[in-house]
């Protein structure tokens, strides 16, 4: 199984679960091209989206930039994070080096910086992958609200136990 399929997999069966109210609210905020005030950086931003993209790359479906996965981020760190927890990010962000992940994915203390960053980072960047529109509608095929409400549906009477149909 290839890395794509496996997070599809994995995002299919735990999409819903991981649809809170924080990720509606992100994502409306996002749309709504709002720039948090004490948001990230744009060189931040520019870091997320390269190992976003590293860790969800572009193929047959969209990439985590394509989705505007940073956008999510800024907006989960700026708005959710306590000041300590946003500066501690902040800190190890600028700390991270997108060309040595490879390096970060295999080193065993997950949390020394940068690694606790990039950690925290990743589950944002998945989390906000999988939550968005796009991924949920194209590529997982998910509807939010399954059906509709059609009011001039026929009835169907209700078959007892026993009784001819």
Known sequence: MQ????????????????????????????????????GLTDAQLAKVAAIGDAILPRTDSPSA??????????????????????DAFSSGLDQLDPAAIAQIESAADHRAEP????????????????????????????????????GAAPLRRAVQAGSPR
């Open 115 to 150: 690694q606790r960053t990039y950690w925290r980072l990743k589950g944002l960047i998945v989390h906000g992958y999988f939550t968005s529109e796009r991924v949920m509608k194209d590529v997982l095929k998910l509807e939010i609200e399954p059906g509709k409400f059609d």
């Open 65 to 86: 930039s394509d989705v505007r996965v940073q956008d999510f981020v800024n907006v989960i760190v700026s708005e959710n994070y306590t000041d300590a927890e946003r």
């Open 3 to 38: 890395r794509r399929e496996a997070l599809r997999a994995i995002g299919a069966s735990t999409a819903l679960a991981l649809f809170p109210h924080e990720a509606i609210t992100a994502w409306k905020r996002v749309a709504a091209g709002l720039r948090p005030a004490n």
